[in-house]
DNA sequence: CATGAATGAGGATTCATTCAT
DNA sequence: GATGAATGAATCCTCATTCAT
């Protein structure tokens, strides 16, 4: 029996459970004591893979973060025709997020929260993410509009996020050829 | 000059103490104590104007919504142009939100937390506030894509959000240029 | 109109609500905004009636007393044969308690509480009300034993106030054979 | 010696801590930190053994009410004459309230809050007690008078109280002949 | 006299963190 | 490593009391 894949497990599974609780109850309403015991662990324990709160949450940000990279660009085939790559990333993200809602409702929190100024402490880690790197792939290579990565960025995600958003609520539920619309008007907004 | 001040102008002192707060602290990091010391009034006088700290925070977002409603919609004319009015009102929102970083911040942290649930009970309230009217009006008109509200409204208020977040961020100033481009993106992406 | 008199009752308004509130939800449980409500004044006002919460309920504890010995001994004979006396007033004082079973609770808790050492602080005041001086009298004529006053008065109003509690409860209802059985016990016990 | 006090143990200094303090100043007039201090705990200590004030007040009833049961039944001898059991009893009774007499003025202060309705919820829990229920096997075997166990119990406990009460004033002690002229009045009374 | 808004000390409770086992 | 009892600082909220009107 291998003990470093227990311990992985073991540090996966207080991910887990955090994600979930604060996604339903916030970070105000979700005690350490609630997460180890829904993790199966005892309080102390998060203290061994995690120095405190705030360092779990911020380790679990880029946990989360990484999991929806690697989902988002599983397939992603860069020799493909740029705006098909375009379509296939937008819907991808959309898709996660709305499969994992957890994961949206934690990462907004996460944004919208002191924390935030823990992990982006200046603009050089900023942009460098694989999506903006695509982005910027995409102004430099004439595809798409020369404006601000920030504005092609917003656009980006932010309609992603409010797509997604309205794609968990449990009054709408998004079909396929909506999304298809959606990314539509976004590649129409900013395709040169 | 008046030290006495109304119950009104006390109540609106809690709430500007409680937005800046909240909006550098987050809902966790911002005791009541503190609102009181900001607001200049004693603990107690809180709880004679809100019954606890949630009831004061979800007034809060009454009175911003109210309030960057009356902004947003100030000099319509609902006889404009139809795209004119369109540009209008994505630019003023994100100018309200730019120079009211603070409550961008709360609500993105309030529409993120557990409160929603107390705002948003049933579906029969969404999509009646002005800013959803006015885009209904312009699909039922023909100005806009015939698209179910969910996704205008998501293309909409998406790109203001995350526009007006990139716009507070220190290191990058929006020109007046840059939003024309923005919204011209938006407009181009739902034109009919 | 006489103002002496308004504020006569405005006094025994405060007394009522104060008796019924405490009755119901205990000294801790009823605070003066409560008590204020109730009597339909403001706040303010019960402290120009009393100097402090705790002298309120001193006060109420000496006017409840008063009335329960005008109640008890309203009727009495000195006259009378001294038996029939004693089982009129130990019957008369159950049913008070029965009629109005707020006062018996006050009491109870009054006695229970810390604030009884403001009303005995020494032995001098004790056993010189109305029932205390009937029972001394039974002891002196003879009618009763020898015993000291601690024990004949123990007897007297400790089944009194056992019977009151019981008559009170939902569960069960003393009927008038019930008391005079009740009495007949304590009198057969007690008497020469 | 063993410093280190089991669950058990430190329950039990709550409890006895708990007693005293509300025994002496109410209630209302004992805050969780001072019994934790008195304890020698910490504040949140408390809450690991129960879930509030309220539940350890009405816990420590329990536990009381058991401790009584124990010291007053605890050389009963079942066979023996029925009325040498009673004024066993009845004194035994009195003499552990004269001995513990935080016991007796907790116990009148729970009486006369509403606490009580949290323990008696219905008539079916009343009078199972030992004493209850020594009292009614008098009345079943013919001991004592056919009347209601109300009315009984009322004459038994009543005098218990009141006799106890008296014989915790700093005024007066009750000698053993006290006691026992005492227990004769109420034998006499409710004796067949 | 009467009012009731304002005060702020005090109290119940929570929860991140520690540490002896 | 793992445990979870213990800690106590921090927070929300209550309420007796005051005082300007």
Redesign the interface.
Known sequence: MNVQLTSAEKKQAIFESTLRLIS??????TPISQIAQHAGVATGTIYHYFASKDELIVELFRYSKQKIQDATFRDHDASAEYHNRFVTTWINLVKYYVQYPQVL?FF??F????YVKEIFTD?TV?FQDEISLFLKEGIRDGYI?Q??I??I???F???????A??GTSQ??K?SEE?LE??V???????KK
């Open positions: 339903d109850y916030g970070f105000h309403g409702s907004e929190q944004y919208s929260s002191p603009e900023c509009k404006l601000d920030n504005i960025s917003a656009a995600l932010g309609t992603v996020i409010a797509t958003k309205r009054y709408f998004f909506d619309n959606m539509g008007i976004i590649w129409d907004g900013i």
